[in-house]
């Protein structure tokens, strides 16, 4: 079971940017990668924030939440052992407090399946998570 790595949870101000890395070790390098990141917040549901999805010799694609469009970006490199992806966070708002979290998913599929698989909030292998509080 592949189980990703979150850090870089931090305490920033309003206005503020922050990087998430994510790290999910598997070998030898998946053909299909889909890989995103979810936040809960106090008191509410988990939720979606963005997710990639690439197979091996392509382009990667991106799907956002509508509260990540314009100001979060996904960029994921790997090595012979692990796939990485992390998630550049700008503008960051007091309302984008959250525990953050990263998923995975190596199983074979199309950009549909992985971004089915991102609302429905339906990954098999999860992080533990990483605090990120935004002060006004």
């Known amino acids: 079971q592949v189980q990703p790595v979150e850090s870089g949870g931090v305490s920033v101000q309003a206005g503020g940017s922050l990087k998430l890395p994510c790290a999910a070790s598997i070998s030898p390098e998946p053909e299909n990668t889909c890989m995103g990141w979810f936040r809960q917040a106090p008191g509410k549901e988990r939720e979606g924030v963005s997710v990639?999805?690439?197979?091996?010799?392509?382009?990667?694609?991106?799907?956002?939440a509508d509260s990540a469009k314009g100001r979060f970006t996904l960029s994921r490199h790997s090595n012979q052992n692990t796939v990485f992806l992390d998630l550049a966070m700008n503008s960051l708002k007091p309302e984008d407090t959250a525990v953050y979290y990263c998923a995975a998913d190596f199983a074979d599929g199309t950009y549909s399946d992985c971004v089915r698989r991102f609302v429905t909030n339906s990954f098999p292998n999860w992080g533990q998570g990483t605090q990120v509080t935004v002060s006004s």
């Open positions: 990639m999805y690439k197979r091996m010799y392509r382009y990667g694609r991106t799907y956002f």
